[in-house]
């Protein structure tokens, strides 16, 4: 059954740390027969991603967004973008994201700079930046699903190495009911992973393969800073928490980021192949 979720971002008042997660929230109430009586709230708890603190207050989930309002330990608020149904967990990742991801990005590059609105000249470019965010999160997500699902040394090597997904539970009678327990178990913890969240990849992709995500700190510099722009174009169609249009969004930082996330993607093939038994 999939998710009902939110995209939220928060500091975190303990640590400071930059949360950046999808939250399952309570569905809306869509048998109501006006869009203002589909609002429902809940208890809900918020936990930090950088210390592990956990916050408990309310969340009120409307048609248009979400509203954290944390009560403990601190109270302060937080704002999700509209609700909506996450992944479905019958998704089959592809066998070769690598050769999709490949064309994805030489389409998307042959489109920069093309046709805009007038009111919106960087308006192109911007669904061209936000695809290639969006390519190289399927590259990043189907790659390690299958290489979890796959590989029993990859799948081992994750749960040694990771103290989130190693101390995952499996009861003696959930195994001997179905072998894959474990699999499943891990997988579906990795669906739940935001894969633009590139420190949060950078660690699993070093737990499970012992790479590094970027082949160079040049990639790097210019990857985490876009990924924070990723969030204004998808969620406002480019413009920042105060309204204003952001006007990066130029052919030549447009190729940029395609240039880094191809890069990224060769990159994680190439040390990938080098562990490949012959």
Same mark, same amino acid.
């Given at each position: 059954?999939?998710?009902?979720?939110?995209?939220?971002?928060?500091?975190?008042?303990?640590?400071?740390?930059?949360?950046?997660?999808?939250?399952?929230?309570?569905?809306?109430?869509?048998?109501?027969? =006006?869009?203002?009586?589909?609002?429902?709230?809940?208890?809900?708890?918020?936990?930090?991603?950088?210390?592990?603190?956990?916050?408990?207050?309310?969340?009120?989930?409307?048609?248009?967004?979400?509203?954290?309002?944390?009560?403990?330990?601190?109270?302060?608020?937080?704002?999700?973008?509209?609700?909506?149904?996450?992944?479905?967990?019958?998704?089959?990742?592809?066998?070769?994201?690598?050769?999709?991801?490949?064309?994805?990005?030489?389409?998307?590059?042959?489109?920069?700079?093309?046709?805009?609105?007038?009111?919106?000249?960087?308006?192109?470019?911007?669904?061209?930046?936000?695809?290639?965010?969006?390519?190289?999160?399927?590259?990043?997500?189907?790659?390690?699903?299958?290489?979890?699902?796959?590989?029993?040394?990859?799948?081992?090597?994750?749960? =040694?190495?990771?103290?989130?997904?190693?101390?995952?539970?499996?009861?003696?009678?959930?195994?001997?009911?179905?072998?894959?327990?474990?699999?499943?178990?891990?997988?579906?913890?990795?669906?739940?992973?935001?894969?633009?969240?590139?420190?949060?990849?950078?660690?699993?992709?070093?737990?499970?393969?012992?790479?590094?995500?970027?082949?160079?700190?040049?990639?790097?510099?210019?990857?985490?800073?876009?990924?924070? =722009?990723?969030?204004?174009?998808?969620?406002?169609?480019?413009?920042?928490?105060?309204?204003?249009?952001?006007?990066?969004?130029?052919?030549?930082?447009?190729?940029?980021?395609?240039?880094?996330?191809?890069?990224?993607?060769?990159?994680?093939?190439?040390?990938?192949?080098?562990?490949?038994?012959?």
């Amino acid at each position: 059954m999939q998710d009902f979720v939110t995209h939220i971002q928060w500091h975190c008042p303990a640590c400071a740390h930059l949360n950046d997660q999808e939250i399952s929230v309570p569905e809306l109430n869509f048998a109501a027969e =006006k869009s203002s009586d589909m609002t429902v709230n809940d208890a809900a708890a918020l936990e930090c991603e950088g210390c592990d603190t956990v916050y408990g207050g309310q969340v009120w989930v409307y048609p248009s967004g979400v509203e954290f309002e944390i009560e403990e330990p601190y109270e302060f608020s937080v704002q999700g973008d509209m609700p909506m149904y996450g992944p479905d967990d019958d998704y089959e990742p592809p066998t070769d994201p690598h050769s999709i991801a490949r064309e994805s990005f030489h389409q998307l590059a042959k489109m920069v700079g093309t046709a805009a609105p007038e009111t919106d000249p960087q308006f192109t470019n911007r669904l061209v930046f936000s695809g290639a965010v969006s390519s190289l999160e399927a590259y990043l997500g189907d790659t390690l699903i299958n290489a979890v699902r796959n590989e029993a040394d990859v799948r081992d090597e994750l749960l =040694k190495n990771n103290a989130k997904l190693g101390s995952l539970s499996i009861s003696a009678a959930e195994l001997a009911s179905t072998p894959n327990a474990l699999n499943q178990r891990v997988v579906s913890e990795l669906r739940n992973i935001l894969f633009h969240n590139l420190e949060v990849v950078n660690v699993l992709y070093r737990d499970a393969f012992g790479i590094r995500l970027f082949p160079s700190n040049s990639e790097r510099d210019i990857l985490f800073p876009a990924m924070l =722009k990723r969030h204004d174009c998808v969620h406002r169609n480019g413009c920042d928490r105060d309204g204003n249009k952001i006007t990066e969004f130029t052919d030549v930082y447009v190729h940029q980021v395609i240039a880094a996330i191809a890069a990224v993607v060769d990159h994680i093939e190439e040390e990938r192949d080098k562990r490949l038994p012959f």
